[in-house]
């Protein structure tokens, strides 16, 4: 990827972590977390990049699944820490802004990012919040979710 499209990532996503850190309001930081996918898009219509194209969809659905969680059942239903949830996602998606102020691509450590954010969205899910309830999903903001 060009480095101007690089910093370009880098900045958008620096901005939406700061913004997401800054808000109070959960529906908010959800806002901002949009700039992920949203971006990642707009500069797939620049310069076509497999991870970018990866980073989109993972993102995309990452949203969509906590926006599907919150609006069909509220924050009420599952037994789940919200602001655990929230403050996974901006950790997250500060790593992956970090990512992009390397000048160096590293397949293992962007899977690994994705990988984060598939955890968080699984976690809201019906299942992945059953999980989480018996014990077998340990969710803590700062580590990677783990099975027990």
């Known amino acids: 990827m ?6 370009r ?16 309001q959960l529906n908010k930081k959800l806002f901002y977390f949009s700039i992920l996918f949203s971006e990642a898009q707009r500069v797939l219509n620049l310069e076509w990049n497999r991870d970018l194209a990866l980073i989109y969809t993972v993102t995309f659905y990452v949203h969509t699944q906590i926006n599907a969680a919150v609006q069909t059942s ?6 789940i ?4 949830v929230y403050d996974k996602l901006t950790k997250v998606s500060s790593d992956l ?23 968080i ?6 299942n992945g919040s059953y999980l989480h309830e018996k014990g077998h999903i340990k969710f803590e903001p700062n580590e990677p979710l783990q099975l027990v």
């Open 81 to 84: 820490d919200w602001a655990i």
């Open 97 to 119: 802004a970090t990512y992009f102020l390397k000048t160096e691509d590293n397949t293992e450590e962007l899977h690994q990012i994705l990988g984060s954010f598939a955890e």
């Open 121 to 126: 969205a699984y976690v809201v899910s019906g």
């Open 2 to 7: 060009r480095e101007e499209l690089r910093q």
């Open 74 to 79: 509220g924050f009420q239903a599952l037994p």
């Open 9 to 24: 990532l880098a900045t958008d996503y620096h901005y939406a972590v700061n913004k997401m850190q800054d808000s109070t």
